[in-house]
Nanobody, 127 residues
Framework: QVQLVESGGGSVQAGGSLRLSCAAS????????MSWFRQAPGKEREGVAA????????YYADSVKGRFTISQDNAKNTLYLQMNNLKPEDTAMYYC????????????????????WGQGTQVTVSS
């Protein structure tokens, strides 16, 4: 089993920054790929970024490239999402997800739904 706990959400003005954290526990092979998703009210869930934990290979959605950075601290079993130059359209509930999918799927940003999910942390960006 894998447990994921997000933190770091909040309210900021457009142009501001936030860093989300996801504390992970459980079998490492079950969280070989870790990802951030978001879902705004009335919209479909969107994959934002992913990282294959052993190689560090990353994936970013076009909507966040150049503004968001996904990273990990293996010693702390923590995943991060640094979000800069935030826009009102970034407002959403952000979720951490993980499973043992292969690197090709992880870094490519596609594949079946992730197995393990956190409870989410709210990010609100005002104009």
């Amino acid at each position: 089993q894998v447990q994921l706990v997000e933190s770091g959400g909040g309210s900021v003005q457009a142009g501001g920054s936030l860093r989300l954290s996801c504390a992970a526990s459980g079998d490492r092979y079950r969280r070989a790929c870790m990802s951030w998703f978001r879902q705004a009210p009335g919209k479909e869930r969107e994959g934002v970024a992913a990282i294959y934990t052993s190689s560090g290979s990353t994936y970013y959605a076009d909507s966040v490239k150049g503004r968001f950075t996904i990273s990990q601290d293996n010693a702390k079993n923590t995943l991060y999402l640094q979000m800069n130059n935030l826009k009102p359209e970034d407002t959403a509930m952000y979720y951490c997800a993980a499973d043992g999918r292969p690197a090709l799927y992880c870094s490519g940003g596609y594949g079946p739904p992730f197995v393990y999910w956190g409870q989410g942390t709210q990010v609100t960006v005002s104009s």
